[in-house]
């Protein structure tokens, strides 16, 4: 009788959609394309969603191996799964892999019931592991894992990372067929990632790519093609291309135009996301283009981590910098693509005076639309996971659940692990509290713009820097606001519990629909729901830049109507300066002033009659195309 393999990768479902388990599949079509395994194994079951614990251990019957795939948002769940699956079948060989994995012996030693862990890649180990149980040889022969032996730890060679050619596709192989025919999941949307290579030649402190993976390995071009058809003609909206940096090679410039190609043929993928290349502006310009030919951008990533050159050597990003940002934001506004610029916060040398500015400079050099701050995380196999690196620059961090943002609010509970920097040598926890809540605020205002038509107004007309703007409203906020200052407080409530260790960085509110949300997305759905109070609390700051009250109220006006709110019937608004080409030569350095005339503007029905959908369709799928800002129109 063959003997069953079980594999679980389970990730959290956002609006009934789930990601095919892409790197549990690999492993399996790696191993089961030899015939002596398909002789002895049966591929019995993939699981992929995060089920009530005890459901998914009636999923697994009589298991001989159960190969865990662990990353931080399901690390929690497969431990105490496994731990289930333990005591059902205490002969059962449970196999923890993936990202989240250290590259030593901690699980062994501190989970009784992992028997086996395999470090790095997975692909080779996991065959030779089925190859010996075959044999009933010992483990001591296969490279790259961790086990248990007569009560000692044992840790086995690393060896250099796997050939690409050789291996197959789980596309290709059929591993994904049964999950996507299954009628249980009709209505459900199927997402899923591609490679085309792994590696990374950078060494960024905090990414896991950066300990040895650095050299660069492709997969052969058949595969990929075979593996986009597969995509498009199963119908795969969406798409993640997991290279860690695409367009670093001639030919990915190929695969782009193939994969809209397949777009034109079947209208699949619909969104094709990658991670741009660093330090190749021009031919990643080319490529995004001819996916935005398609509208297959999900947004273009232009990263620049920091905006300190201190703290960029420091992460391991000099030789990359930030470039002229300024150039590179135009060049894809100016051919109408969106943009978004991710800063990480609590990077080793940031300050909160660095990090602040790094935020206004990013703003200051075009990036109005969409600027995304990622908290700074603890991940094991990063360079910054060291004991050295931690104590060389006193990191401190709170390890909390994994709240994935868009995910449903308190399902699967305990499932996820997130391990954050709080604290530096040069950042207190109270400095990262205040620059989360500056965070919140800033993006909340003028990226999602309830505030960006003042601010750009000051600074083309008056000259007062984005810095200066809204480092000053922060202090009136948390000094005079009432209304403001309350629900900040309210998109914030969780920093303070988190920083004490009695809570997990998260917020719900079931106005918007029972699921998390970024706190500026929070911020600015609980301002647009209080949008009169809003502004009748914030003139008192805006006044002070003002002589002119006409002007004044009449922008005023203008920034009120053209916040997207819900039911709203067709709106015709009047102002006395023409506001509306004003800030559509936003960078025309010469339009600093607007000009005097009457104006009438039309804006359409609100596209959504309740907060549930409005939150859904403009903080969520619309922030980065500017959703939240009404279009308006001249009469």
């Given at each position: 009788?063959?003997?069953?393999?079980?594999?679980?990768?389970p990730?959290?479902?956002?609006?009934?959609?789930?990601?095919?388990?892409?790197?549990?599949?690999?492993?399996?079509?790696?191993?089961?394309?030899?015939?002596?395994?398909?002789?002895?194994?049966?591929?019995?079951?993939?699981?992929?969603?995060?089920?009530?614990?005890?459901?998914?251990?009636?999923?697994?019957?009589?298991?001989?191996?159960?190969?865990?795939?662990?990353?931080?948002?399901?690390?929690?769940?497969?431990l105490?799964?496994?731990?289930?699956v333990?005591?059902?079948?205490?002969?059962?060989?449970?196999?923890?892999?993936?990202?989240?994995?250290?590259?030593?012996?901690?699980?062994?030693?501190?989970?009784?019931?992992?028997?086996?862990?395999?470090?790095?890649?997975?692909?080779?180990?996991?065959?030779?592991l089925?190859?010996?149980?075959?044999?009933?040889?010992?483990?001591?022969?296969?490279?790259?894992?961790?086990?248990?032996?007569?009560?000692?730890?044992?840790?086995?060679?690393?060896?250099?990372?796997?050939?690409?050619?050789?291996?197959?596709?789980?596309?290709?192989?059929?591993?994904?067929?049964?999950?996507?025919?299954?009628?249980?999941?009709?209505?459900?949307?199927?997402?899923?990632?591609?490679?085309?290579?792994?590696?990374?030649?950078?060494?960024?402190?905090?990414?896991?790519?950066?300990?040895?993976?650095?050299?660069?390995?492709?997969?052969?071009?058949?595969?990929?093609?075979?593996?986009?058809d597969?995509?498009?003609?199963?119908?795969?909206?969406?798409?993640?291309?997991a290279?860690?940096?695409?367009?670093?090679?001639?030919?990915?410039?190929?695969?782009?135009?193939?994969?809209?190609?397949?777009?034109?043929?079947?209208?699949?993928?619909?969104?094709?996301?990658?991670?741009?290349?660093?330090?190749?502006?021009?031919?990643?310009?080319?490529?995004?283009?001819?996916?935005?030919?398609r509208?297959l951008?999900?947004?273009?990533?232009?990263?620049?981590?920091?905006?300190s050159?201190?703290?960029?050597?420091?992460?391991?990003?000099?030789?990359?910098?930030?470039?002229?940002l300024?150039?590179?934001?135009?060049?894809?506004?100016?051919?109408?693509?969106y943009?978004?610029?991710?800063?990480?916060?609590?990077?080793?040398?940031?300050?909160?005076?660095?990090?602040?500015?790094?935020?206004?400079?990013?703003?200051?050099?075009g990036q109005?639309?969409?600027?995304?701050?990622?908290?700074?995380?603890?991940?094991?196999?990063?360079?910054?996971?060291?004991?050295?690196?931690?104590?060389?620059?006193?990191?401190?961090?709170?390890?909390?659940?994994?709240?994935?943002?868009?995910?449903?609010?308190?399902?699967?509970?305990?499932?996820?692990?997130?391990?954050?920097?709080?604290?530096?040598?040069?950042?207190?926890?109270?400095?990262?509290?205040?620059?989360?809540?500056?965070?919140?605020?800033?993006?909340?205002?003028?990226?999602?713009?309830?505030?960006?038509?003042?601010?750009?107004?000051?600074?083309?007309?008056?000259?007062?820097?984005?810095?200066?703007?809204?480092?000053?409203?922060?202090?009136?906020?948390?000094?005079?606001?009432?209304?403001?200052?309350?629900?900040?407080?309210?998109?914030?409530?969780?920093?303070?519990?988190?920083?004490?260790?009695?809570?997990?960085?998260?917020?719900?509110?079931?106005?918007?629909?029972?699921?998390?949300?970024?706190?500026?997305?929070?911020?600015?759905?609980?301002?647009?729901?209080?949008?009169?109070?809003?502004?009748?609390?914030?003139?008192?700051?805006?006044?002070?830049?003002?002589?002119?009250?006409?002007?004044?109220?009449?922008?005023?006006?203008?920034?009120?109507?053209?916040?997207?709110?819900?039911?709203?019937?067709?709106?015709?608004?009047e102002?006395?300066?023409?506001?509306?080409?004003y800030?559509?030569?936003?960078?025309?350095?010469?339009?600093?002033?607007?000009?005097?005339?009457?104006?009438?503007?039309?804006?359409?029905?609100?596209?959504?009659?309740?907060?549930?959908?409005?939150?859904?369709?403009?903080?969520?799928?619309?922030?980065?195309?500017?959703?939240?800002?009404?279009?308006?129109?001249?009469?």
């Open positions: 009788m063959k003997k069953n393999i079980y594999f679980v990768q990730s959290n479902s956002l609006s009934k959609s789930f990601f095919l388990p892409y790197a549990s599949g690999s492993i399996a079509a790696y191993s089961f394309q030899h015939e002596e395994i398909k002789q002895n194994f049966n591929l019995a079951d993939i699981i992929f969603e995060k089920e009530p614990i005890n459901k998914a251990v009636e999923k697994i019957n009589r298991p001989y191996i159960v190969g865990f795939s662990c990353y931080m948002w399901n690390i929690e769940y497969n105490t799964l496994a731990m289930e333990k005591a059902k079948y205490p002969d059962v060989i449970t196999v923890f892999g993936g990202p989240q994995i250290p590259d030593d012996t901690e699980y062994l030693e501190k989970y009784s019931f992992i028997d086996l862990l395999i470090h790095g890649e997975g692909e080779i180990a996991f065959h030779e089925l190859k010996n149980c075959l044999t009933q040889k010992s483990f001591e022969n296969i490279n790259n894992i961790s086990y248990r032996e007569n009560g000692e730890y044992k840790k086995t060679p690393s060896v250099p990372v796997c050939d690409l050619t050789q291996m197959p596709s789980p596309y290709a192989a059929g591993v994904f067929d049964k999950i996507i025919h299954n009628p249980k999941y009709a209505g459900f949307q199927f997402d899923t990632v591609i490679e085309t290579n792994r590696g990374c030649p950078y060494k960024c402190i905090y990414c896991c790519w950066s300990e040895g993976k650095g050299s660069l390995r492709f997969f052969p071009d058949e595969r990929i093609k075979n593996d986009l597969w995509i498009a003609k199963n119908k795969i909206p969406f798409c993640v291309c290279d860690s940096n695409f367009g670093i090679v001639s030919r990915d410039e190929k695969i782009a135009d193939y994969v809209v190609e397949l777009n034109k043929k079947y209208g699949y993928p619909q969104k094709f996301e990658t991670t741009s290349a660093k330090n190749k502006d021009d031919f990643v310009f080319r490529i995004n283009r001819k996916l935005d030919s509208n951008n999900r947004g273009i990533s232009v990263a620049v981590q920091s905006m050159e201190d703290v960029l050597e420091i992460i391991g990003r000099k030789n990359i910098g930030v470039g002229n300024s150039q590179t934001l135009k060049a894809y506004r100016d051919a109408g693509m943009t978004y610029t991710d800063i990480i916060l609590g990077l080793p040398g940031e300050t909160l005076e660095s990090f602040c500015r790094g935020l206004f400079d990013v703003i200051e050099a109005h639309y969409s600027v995304a701050v990622y908290r700074c995380e603890l991940l094991p196999n990063t360079i910054l996971y060291s004991d050295e690196m931690q104590k060389k620059y006193k990191i401190k961090t709170i390890t909390s659940q994994f709240c994935q943002k868009h995910s449903i609010a308190n399902e699967n509970a305990d499932s996820s692990r997130s391990c954050i920097v709080v604290e530096t040598s040069t950042m207190s926890s109270a400095e990262w509290l205040t620059a989360e809540r500056i965070t919140t605020a800033a993006i909340s205002f003028h990226n999602m713009g309830l505030l960006r038509f003042f601010a750009v107004y000051l600074r083309k007309a008056l000259n007062v820097s984005y810095y200066d703007f809204y480092m000053k409203l922060y202090e009136w906020i948390e000094s005079e606001s009432s209304v403001i200052k309350r629900l900040l407080d309210y998109a914030c409530q969780s920093f303070i519990p988190f920083l004490e260790g009695k809570g997990n960085l998260c917020f719900s509110d079931e106005r918007f629909g029972n699921i998390y949300w970024d706190f500026d997305e929070a911020l600015f759905l609980c301002s647009a729901a209080e949008l009169d109070a809003f502004y009748d609390d914030v003139k008192d700051y805006l006044k002070r830049y003002f002589d002119d009250t006409e002007i004044f109220e009449d922008l005023l006006k203008y920034q009120k109507e053209m916040i997207a709110q819900p039911c709203k019937g067709e709106t015709v608004f102002t006395q300066y023409d506001w509306h080409e800030f559509r030569r936003i960078f025309d350095a010469e339009a600093a002033h607007p000009e005097k005339k009457k104006t009438v503007l039309k804006i359409a029905e609100s596209e959504t009659d309740n907060w549930f959908d409005y939150a859904r369709i403009v903080a969520w799928y619309g922030r980065r195309s500017g959703k939240s800002i009404n279009r308006a129109e001249y009469i």
